[in-house]
């Protein structure tokens, strides 16, 4: 992809952390004193002395639903160079998956985060895989150093509302 083409994307993209939806928001094998909001939330996530940090194991597990459909361009996943993820497997639309589960389903994508992305640098996803997005899971295999310990200082995911038909209008139709 040209620059050019790659910028023109980026200037229609909004950040999709005002459509996460909260209350559905997990993370398996999270330091509960170092859990997912330091990552993800607005504020938190960039206060780098905030860590989301793995607790029994290097592997993170996290699942955000959205509270309306979204396409998906771009993830920023930013960690110190040592413990920062390194294998990070993105999922569309699976819900309720587990670690005993993850490697049953094929990832909608995976990204092998380098040094350098670790630094904030957006990563561009298969667009064509993220086009109608619910809800999004992260599995974050291992890390840049094979440690035990993964720590995440932020999370953030690109991309645009689909427009899509208000689904509780159309309830109360069926209501009726």
């Known amino acids: 992809m040209s ?9 229609s993209q ?3 952390v005002d459509f996460v939806d909260w209350s559905g928001v997990e993370c398996l094998n999270q330091n509960s004193s170092h859990s997912l909001p330091n990552a993800l939330k607005q504020g938190y ?13 290097e592997q993170l597990l996290i699942y955000i639903p959205f509270t309306q ?3 998906l361009y771009s993830v920023v996943v930013k960690g110190p160079e040592e413990a920062g993820p390194k294998t990070v497997k993105l999922f569309s639309n699976k819900e309720h998956m587990g670690f005993s589960n993850v490697n049953d389903f094929p990832p909608s994508d995976t990204a092998i985060l380098s040094p350098d ?4 640098k957006p990563v561009v996803l298969k667009y064509v895989k993220f086009q109608n997005v619910r809800s999004l899971t992260l599995f974050i295999e291992d890390n840049q150093s094979g440690s035990d310990i993964t720590k995440v200082q932020k999370i953030a ?20």
């Not at 995911?157 to 009726?176: A, N, P, Q, Y």
């Open 3 to 11: 620059a050019e083409s790659a910028s023109a994307i980026q200037r």
């Open 14 to 16: 909004v950040d999709l």
């Open 45 to 57: 996530r960039e206060d780098d002395g905030l860590n989301l940090e793995s607790d029994a194991d």
């Open 69 to 71: 459909v979204v396409k």
């Open 117 to 120: 992305d670790l630094k904030g």
């Open 157 to 176: 995911l690109f991309g645009t509302m689909v427009e899509t038909t208000d689904m509780k209008g159309l309830k109360k139709i069926e209501d009726h």
